[in-house]
Every structure is written in C-alpha cells, then in structure tokens.
C-alpha cells in the first residue's frame, strides 16, 4: 500500500458560480469533465488534473459518504473543505491497515471512471478520499 500524491481537495460552497468564477477567471484553473453526480458542482483543472471539485450544499448535500449530516459531521454547516483525495496503490493492504487501527471506513466504486474509493474520517472530520485505480486492483 503506497499513498502516491494528492489526487484534488474538494470544497463545499453555497455560492458555486461565484467560487468557480475565482477558481477558473481568477485563477486560471479550467472546467473540465465531471463523472455523472447527483449533485451540482465542477471539477477543476490544471495541467490536465482535476485538483479542485466544487460541491454545492443545501438540499443537493445534506449528508457525506457515511450518511452524517455536515452539521452532525463537522460542528458547523456551511461552506469549507470536505475532503482531501489521494491517488493510492494496495487496496488489500490499505483495508488491513485500517481495520488493524479500527478506522472505519466505507468503499464506493466508479466503473465509468475505472475508480473504486475508501473513505474515511480524520479526527476533524474531514474526510479522506482514497483512490485506487480499480482495474489494477482487480475491483
């Protein structure tokens, strides 16, 4: 199991065409291709990587991958980072680890994007996005 770099970071905003207009006029990022999602938002780009993912809350969000509400997850609903994403090889030994420290953490795949995830939550409450290419897993 090998973390190989940060993937994106994903920001929860109230305001998305404001915080794309930052993002992509003031910063220079570009939209790019966003997977089929049932929420509203874009994945941003540089250099041909997605690094950031705009989310929109309100009724579209209400609860993260493990079902808690941002309030119960976070303190405080509102706009601010979500997640952090890191692109990781090991599927099998990252779920040993996990399980051998009791972290609890779910799985979600993406077979249009060849992606199978793992999440889980630091002691802040921010989640870690674990992606692994799934077709080099064999998931």
């Not at 405080?76 to 692109?87: C, K, N, Q, S, T």
Request: contains cysteine; charged residues 20%.
């Amino acid at each position: 199991m090998a973390l190989e770099g940060l993937d994106h970071c994903a920001i929860r905003t109230t305001r998305l065409e404001q915080t794309r207009s930052f993002y992509v006029d003031g910063l220079g990022l570009e939209v790019g291709p966003r997977p089929p999602l049932s929420l509203p938002g874009y994945w941003l780009y540089a250099g041909g990587q997605a690094v950031v993912h705009l989310m929109e809350i309100g009724s579209h969000y209400e609860a993260d991958v493990f079902g808690q509400s941002v309030t119960d997850q976070r303190g405080a609903e509102g706009p601010g980072v979500d997640h952090l994403a890191f692109r990781v090889s090991g599927l099998a030994a990252m779920r040993e680890r996990l399980s051998a420290l009791a972290i609890p953490y779910q799985e979600l795949s993406m077979s249009a994007a060849d992606l199978h995830q793992v999440f889980a939550v630091d002691p802040n409450g921010v989640i870690a996005e674990l992606n692994f290419k799934a077709s080099a897993e064999g998931v």
